[in-house]
Each structure stands twice: as structure tokens, then as C-alpha cells.
């Protein structure tokens, strides 16, 4: 199908981006293109302007930045998985990227764009909450962070308003935290049914703590907090490891469709979390 008729704009730095959007009624960002071509073919958007960030080489690549890992918005998925600052300091990151849908659509796909479009089935977004991200945002007032927590506001939906240019997304850097993500899917480089993005800081034999985030568990990503409380003090080992993670479908609202019951989602959060917090535990 032909999408509608658009205008085209590729600022020359990220000020122009925001002016541009800030003048548009029904403008749309595109990043690598990869959630935004489909939805303009398929006549789901009607944009008056798409403004492509592609040449803006100031929202790429990543940076130490202290504490955290600073990932430019325009940095490849690819990018990300071949980092090797990203491999040292946040590979919880690096393993979900790797299951993110083929190698063509990691070579275009953006860790910004992903965020951005938020789709709850989506590895990245999960990764972003168990890790209390931060997002980097440029708009007419200004540039502002947001955490994690409330950057994901419900399906498809964002703090991002028009006029607003996500910049970069800080990662903390996880230090003595092992991390895994586990997903379940119906075919390899397919949404995932349920996915689980686990990490786990160890005091000898036993959890200190435990952060856990969600993939399609709701209309956003969500944070497993009772499983993280439960997983505090006790053994790595296996069995007590999959005892916590019985909690994991708590306070969730997990989607009804073609791919899974509703039901069958909250069996997997259970299983997967289990699974998720003894590969990160080593156990």
C-alpha cells in the first residue's frame, strides 16, 4: 500500500528537529525506520511532516559517562550489541538486543527508535525498567530526564510529546550485578510472547538484590517488584530462585490474543522469571 501524502525534513542538528516538530500539527520522528515505514504503508499514520534524524551523528554511539552509559538515540541495535563498553559495563542490554527480530532490521533499527515507539512487546523497553534507565530528552523548553519509571505511559505511549527529540538513554553501568534475559517466542526473531530482563547482585552464596522487568505483561513494561523483594536474602539456588519468581504475574495485566491466552502469558512470566534469575545467578 502507498502511504499518504507527507512532507520530508532532515534537520542538520537536533535545535532544527525541534523546531520543525514544534511547528507541525501531526508530525512523526523517524529513527531507522523500522516501526514507522510499516505503520505510513499500511496508512495507520498520517503524518503532515516525518522528520528523519538519520544524519545526526551527535545521537550516535555511546559514551562513558561516569556511573552510567550514554547511548546515543540514533545507535544501531548492531551498535549496541558490538559495544564492547556495552558488553563490560551493561550486557543485560547486549543480550536482549541480540534477540531483537533479524540482523537487517538491527543493521537500521535504533535503540531510540525502539524506546520511543514502546511497544510492550518489544525486548528493549523491559531492559529499560529493570535497569531504571534514563532518557534524555531535548524539547522547546529545553532538555530534561525522565526516568524509566515514567517515560512508559501506556500502549504505544510516551512522556514524548511533539516538539520533543529523545537524545540518549543512560544505562547504569551494573558493576558486580550478572544479568540474562530470557524470551519466549513462537518462532526465533519473533515478538516475544513473554520475555524477562533479570539481574542479580550476589553476597557470597546468597541475593542481595534483584531487579526484574517485564515484556509484554501489560501495556507497558513492567517492573517485578515483589519478585525482587522476594528474591532479597535468599539462597542462589535454583529451586528457591524459581520459589520467588511465583510472583512475577502479580499486578500484571498480560494481553489476550491470537499468540497467547492471558493465562498461559502469567504461567510463562512465572517460569521464565525462575529461569531468568538462575542463568543470571549462575546457578
Known sequence: MIPAQFDYVRPDDVAEAVRVLAD??????????????????FRLAYPDVVVDLSGLAELRGVTDDGEWLRVGAMTTHDEVMRDPMVAQHCDLLAQATRTVADPAVRHRGTLGGSLAHADPAGDLPAVAAALDAEFMISGEDGERTVPASEFFQDYLTTVLDVGDVL????????????????????????????GVAA????????????????????????RAREVEEACRGVPARTDALREAAQSADAGTDPPNDLSA????????????TGRALARAAGV
Not at 177 to 194: G, L, N, P, R, T
Not at 204 to 217: D, I, P, Q
Request: hydrophobic share 45%.
Open 24 to 41: 507541525c500539527e501531526e508530525p512523526k520522528v523517524m529513527a531507522g525506520g523500522q516501526s514507522l515505514t510499516p505503520l505510513l504503508r
Open 261 to 272: 491466552r492471558a493465562d498461559y502469558r502469567r504461567h510463562l512470566a512465572r517460569v521464565l
Open 199 to 222: 539481574a542479580v547482585r550476589l553476597d557470597g552464596g546468597t541475593v542481595a538484590e534483584a531487579r526484574v522487568g517485564l515484556t509484554n505483561m501489560g501495556s507497558t513494561p513492567v
Open 167 to 194: 537524545t540518549a538513554v543512560r544505562f547504569p553501568k551494573m558493576g558486580a550485578w550478572s544479568c540474562h534475559y530470557e524470551k519466549f517466542s513462537q518462532a526465533a526473531q519473533a515478538w516475544a510472547i513473554v
